[in-house]
Nanobody, 119 residues
Framework: QVQLVESGGGLVQPGGSLRLSCAAS????????MGWYRQAPGKQRELVAA???????NYGDSVKGRFTISRDNAKNTVYLQMNSLKPEDTAVYYC?????????????WGQGTQVTVSS
């Protein structure tokens, strides 16, 4: 099974920026899509951003225009650049990798990294 390790979380002031990294234990070219999800206390886990093997991207409405997902295939790493951070962005952020074999899908998850936006 693939291992996903997130890093880059921490405390940042409102309006600041942070870049999260997700390092995979094998080539990310094998995945149909990779993405970032987040979960705040008392809330459901929600999609933040995703990128397909073809390079197309999807973003949650609350982060459009502020967050950018990207990948470095040579480093087996997916990134999430977060700009103009708001207190409501505070959550645990999880990396996801998906292999799709219709009609089935297999998801792998990282352990999560805490992002706290506060002054």
């Amino acid at each position: 099974q693939v291992q996903l390790v997130e890093s880059g979380g921490g405390l940042v002031q409102p309006g600041g920026s942070l870049r999260l990294s997700c390092a995979a234990s094998r080539s990310i070219l094998n995945f149909s899509a990779m993405g970032w999800y987040r979960q705040a206390p008392g809330k459901q886990r929600e999609l933040v951003a995703a990128i397909t093997s073809g390079g197309s991207t999807n973003y949650g409405d609350s982060v459009k225009g502020r967050f950018t997902i990207s990948r470095d295939n040579a480093k087996n790493t997916v990134y999430l650049q977060m700009n103009s951070l708001k207190p409501e962005d505070t959550a645990v952020y999880y990396c996801n990798a998906r292999i799709s074999v219709a009609p089935l899908a297999l998801d792998s998850w990282g352990q999560g990294t805490q992002v706290t936006v506060s002054s």
